[in-house]
C-alpha cells in the first residue's frame, strides 16, 4: 500500500495549495480519506475528511472556509485545495485512508511565510 503526497511548497500568506494523495494497493473507494498535518514541536492534527463516494466532509475549525478537501475515485487521488493560507498553516500534511485498515503517506511540507 502506497500513499503519495505532493503539492507542498513555500507561499506567501494569502496564496493557495493544491495538495494531493495518490493511493495505490487498495481499493481506494471503501476508504474514507483524511488530511492531517504536523506543525513543528506540536501533534499531529486533523484538518479535514471526505467520505468514500465524497457524500459527507469535515473540517477542523481553523480551516473552515478555507480549505477544501475533494476525491476522484477514478484516479485513486484526494486533494486538498488550500486558500488564503496563514502562517500557522504551516506544517507537514500527511493523508490518511482510513477504513478497515489505516495508512498513512510520508508527508508533504507546506510553509506560509512572507
Known amino acids: 500500500v502506497q500513499l503519495v503526497e505532493s503539492g507542498g511548497g513555500l507561499v506567501q500568506p494569502g496564496g493557495s495549495l493544491r495538495l494531493s494523495c495518490v493511493v495505490s494497493g487498495i481499493t481506494f473507494s471503501r476508504f474514507a480519506m483524511r488530511w492531517y498535518r504536523q506543525a513543528p514541536g506540536k501533534g499531529r492534527e486533523f484538518v479535514a475528511g471526505i467520505s468514500t463516494f465524497g457524500g459527507s466532509t469535515s473540517y477542523t475549525d481553523s480551516v473552515k472556509g478555507r480549505f477544501t478537501i475533494f476525491r476522484d475515485n477514478a484516479k485513486n487521488t484526494a486533494y486538498l485545495q488550500m486558500n488564503t493560507l496563514k502562517p500557522d498553516d504551516t506544517a507537514v500534511y500527511y493523508c490518511?485512508?482510513?477504513?478497515?485498515?489505516?495508512?498513512w503517506g510520508q508527508g508533504t511540507q507546506v510553509t506560509v511565510s512572507s
Open positions: 490518511n485512508a482510513w477504513g478497515q485498515d489505516d495508512y
